[in-house]
């Protein structure tokens, strides 16, 4: 928590926190204190969006979700991540020494058995009798069969430290992945959309190509909550994101971006056809009836709320996502259930007065 705060400014965060936790009935905890102080004190602007969405949709703020931020923003970034990370980088270090010391092993016995060599050379041309040449041909065959033990030797240890070097690196690889992996529903977090769409900004303004973006969000989702469960909506999450996988093609990235909220990211596309892919999803997931296959109850239909925004080459990134989400909220806003592109709020800002 910052420290920068004056005495008088700690204390009003500290109310304004306490009153944003009692409207929203959560408990009063450190962890959720430290969420919310944040929150009033602006110092995260995404964990501010993110708490903005749910309160904006009137969803509950339950302890599982309070948690789900407290780990997101305080938690899994900083802390579980780097242990992880550290402790595989000590495992490297170990291997690394491991295989120093074979090497030097190893090192040791080739310089010894060039000393052999050396005096064998020598002591065969002062050898003038078989029994003299005999012992020194021996005795360079005992040093061969020595060294010859101490290859096969460094030759089992590398390559038992090459499958531990290999092991190493998928679990990083593993680790990569699941730091840049919504945990609930398997596609990319918020860290990796963030990543992603730095990326195709600049490959977008690079390549003079389109780039847009869509969020989306699951309509009346907090009814839908308090009416089957919180078990059954992260089903529904499950599912919307398993739908968007199936329908986003090519080098489109969907993403969880926040509670029931997603975004997916589509380069080389202008909005005409994010427009068409927003629609896709929309007739994809509203024409399907919902069905608990465990208890065979029909759960009726759920819905999706579209917006969508177009990349201005060298617009902030932040301006791109306010206007994805201005047009989230203006289908929100006209019933829900639809596709809203930037260019639509655009006409609709026009009149003659």
């Known amino acids: 928590m910052p ?30 204190f430290m969420v919310w102080y944040t929150h009033v004190a602006g110092r995260n602007p995404n964990l501010s969006h993110m708490l903005s969405i749910l309160t904006d949709n009137n969803q509950e703020i339950t302890n599982t979700i309070s948690e ?33 010391d074979y090497i030097g092993e190893a090192g040791d016995g080739v310089s010894q058995y060039g000393e052999t060599l050396s005096t064998a050379k020598s002591d065969l041309s002062s050898a003038n009798e078989q029994v003299g040449l005999k012992e020194v041909i021996a005795r360079v065959l ?3 069969q020595k ?23 998928e679990d990083l690889e593993d680790m990569r992945k699941e730091a840049l992996t919504d945990s609930l529903t398997g596609i990319s977090n918020r860290k990796m959309f963030d990543m992603e769409l730095r990326n195709a900004a600049r490959d977008a303004m690079e390549k003079g190509e389109d780039l847009s973006l869509m969020m989306i969000d699951i309509d009346y989702f907090k009814k839908f909550n308090d009416t089957h469960g919180h078990q059954v909506g992260d089903e529904v999450l499950k599912l919307l994101a398993n739908t968007l996988n199936k329908t986003v093609k090519g080098s489109d990235i969907a993403a969880r ?10 380069p080389t596309t202008n909005l005409d056809g994010a427009y068409s892919v927003g629609e896709a999803i929309r007739t994809r997931i509203s024409t399907k009836k919902l069905v608990n296959r465990q208890t065979n109850t029909d759960l009726g239909k759920i819905t999706v709320s579209v917006g969508i925004s177009q990349f201005k080459y060298g617009e902030k990134l932040t301006d791109l996502i306010r206007r994805a989400d201005q047009a989230l909220y203006s289908a929100k806003n006209l019933g829900r259930n639809r596709v809203i592109s930037q260019m639509d709020m655009e006409k609709d800002a026009l009149s003659f007065d």
């Open 3 to 32: 420290i920068s705060d004056s005495f008088e400014q700690a204390i009003e965060f500290a109310k304004t926190a306490l009153q944003g936790m009692t409207a929203n009935s959560v408990p009063p905890t450190p962890e959720n």
């Open 68 to 100: 789900d931020i407290y780990n997101r923003f305080f938690v899994s970034a900083a802390t579980v991540e780097d242990d992880a990370l550290h402790a595989t980088a000590e495992r490297i270090n170990e291997e690394l020494r491991r295989i120093m």
């Open 142 to 144: 005992n040093e061969t």
């Open 147 to 169: 060294m010859e033990i101490i290859n096969n030797k460094l030759e089992q240890k590398l390559n038992d430290s090459n499958s531990e070097v290999n092991q190493l690196r």
């Open 257 to 266: 971006y926040g509670g029931e909220e997603f975004a997916v990211i589509l």
